[in-house]
């Protein structure tokens, strides 16, 4: 029997969840999208607390969405400068405080382990917002939603990882959660952006994994293309960045070898890696991805608080 | 027959109103003050969000303040800086993005032509917040309520904007908006502050408009004397918002000949320009025009979401 | 008769309130901690205005919890530079201008008299959610309050106020409140930080005072040690502030000599003036103080706008 109980549970890490959990819980997703269009009040009475040391203004807005539309409020901040943290205050003392304030807290750190830290000291859930280089569990999430409602299925499917594979957080958290599924992964990158030993290990011991640096070459054999922006501001060194910014460019030339149901997903914000004229093809589908940000949210909060089983 | 459809409407441009469009917003405004006394679920699990590209406190809160009378929620970020932009992202991804988790956006910018954009890529109505030097509709349909509010009605009034009539936005839309009433239009600004030669030969055409320097001259003649603070901020050369700061001073003295029923505007903040004296007579009516202003952003809201008709 | 009326009525400084006012408030908290637990829609259609023109992210979020938890709603800002007075704007226009969005306004400013002020001018409840060096009512009644529940009553306490008790605005408004009370007061710091001469004479009158530099000398004998973190942001000159940090470090060894009942409390946020090993202790109170700040909070928001009585 699976323990299938999320009931005060955190999200700090994909790879916490087995196979069984992630498809329950992307079952429950799906369960939530008429109350994403229509409004619920499952979560009344409830408090989230976003609270943001860095800024991402599309992740802290899609959780917000997510408890707004369960009927819940919201308190928070935006950027670490607002916080306590600018009188010297420690991570595990605010979050003593907030779990005061909050039914759940969202939070978003630019250490490694701040999220397990938030988790260790909290009473309340911890839902992982992204945190350091490592882990986003719930962009993870979003995205092999996407894949399942996009594909009907995520087993058999040809997936390409592209663009900044070493200091992307989303694409670590992406590889382990496909991981468990029967799926071949191309990971298509500069060799100076490859992908870390440790995750292809942790990968690779699973399932088939490909790696190089021509995506013309994969294009023709895949099902879901993943585009990364090749994030300057995670770069040690401006030198390293000029040299691979515009390595891959997704423009209707390339796509011209693709298969008619390759589906687009990119976790924004883009740059110019895919071109705008992109966006009027039927395989882009990374606006539509935004939306599944929502009810994955959605169902996560309504989890880990109890309201659905 | 008028085509009084306003619900998917964008509100960019106080130009793409009639005059009879324009009457039924005033209309509906009218009808919103109850509501915005006691509240109301009218827009229950709808939300807003409010994208402000540069800060402005006061438009942000009066928004806001407008949605959450009406039981709706709210998301949104106060400033550029903490948001997506500052990785680079381009407004219509913004938009793209954002229309997923709001059913309606009231968007600031600093840019002309913001607001327009923006309408073009979303499916959820845009509300103008401000955009550039050139458009504010949401301000000038609050003056324009505050006057019928105040004196009755608009046609036959004498009015006279004073002080920056070059740079400030509110008072472009607000010469446009008044160019559809039957009303004479003074112009009273520093020779470098004059309103642009593009506004005044839009209006001229269809009302009576005089420009002059002096404000003494034409203060017996007024009965709305629609007062701007001159923004430093927009002036390239500090040296020329030296010369002209302090030009026009509204205090008792100046008030000693104007008529009994001449009433006061200002879209604040003020810095100097009127005297504190003058918040104690009976023709300030600046703080009102505030009020005025939920009760506007009000109509707009529920217009647009097609909760009113 | 005492006038217990609260409806309408600013909270900006403890010294306004009588102890039978003061108890009434810590009366009304204790009926709140129900609602605090479960929700209510006692304040269902209000808006409190959060005005923090200096970030406070555990003041602010404090009172937005306390009002989201009695069902109102909540717009603001979290600092000055978002708001208006960038442009030049006084607080007095402010205040005129936000009294129209919301039905009542907490208060955070740097300068003193701010709410005092902004009180004279609002025609809504001003709440002074720290003002200055010198005010912070609501602080000192979460203080009062978590003694009480902690201890039972306040009258035959001996209270130790710890730390900085110069620049520390908790710690004046407490003393004062303290003074209503029939306790031992000891004031505890380094010479250049002792509590103000003016402070110390309204004490002194009514209550027993104790001056003194050496903790360990009364740890025996306090049921309530008070420690307050020394504010590198308030102190004029840098060394200085090198010559006293670290004076107080509450740790084991200290406490062996403390009451088995001994309450620790501590505003926060806490810098290293309390030891991580005490967090474990059964003294150790200053997280449970935030959450009776939440429900004091409540009160306070539900008397002001005449929701209890």
Known sequence: MLNLEFKGRDIVSIEDFSREEINYILNISRSMEPLA?????????????????????????????????????????????????????????TIRTVENYADVIALRHPLDGAAKLAAEFSKVPILNAGSGSEEHPTQALMDLYTMQKEKGKIDGLKIALVGDLRYGRTVHSLAYA??????????????????????????????????????????????????????????????????VKGTYKIDLKLLKNAKKDLIILHPLPRLDEIAAEVDATPQARYFQQVWNGIVVRMALLALVLGAVK
Chains 1, 2, 3 share one sequence.
């Open 178 to 243: 496909l991981s468990l599924y029967d799926i071949k992964l191309y990971l298509i990158s500069p060799e100076s952006l490859k992908m870390r030993k440790e995750v292809i290990h942790a990968v690779e011991n699973k399932i088939s994994v490909v790696e190089g640096t021509d995506l013309e070459e994969v294009i023709p054999q895949i099902d879901v293309l993943y585009v990364t922006r090749i994030q300057k501001e995670r770069f040690p060194d401006a030198a390293e960045y000029a040299k």
């Open 37 to 93: 269009s229509k409004g619920s009040d499952m979560l009344k009475g409830k408090i989230l607390a976003t609270l943001f040391f860095e800024p991402s203004t599309r992740t802290r807005l899609s959780f917000e969405t997510a408890m707004l539309k369960l009927g819940g409020a919201v308190i928070g901040f935006a950027e670490a400068e607002v916080a306590s943290v600018r009188k010297g205050e420690n991570l595990a003392d």
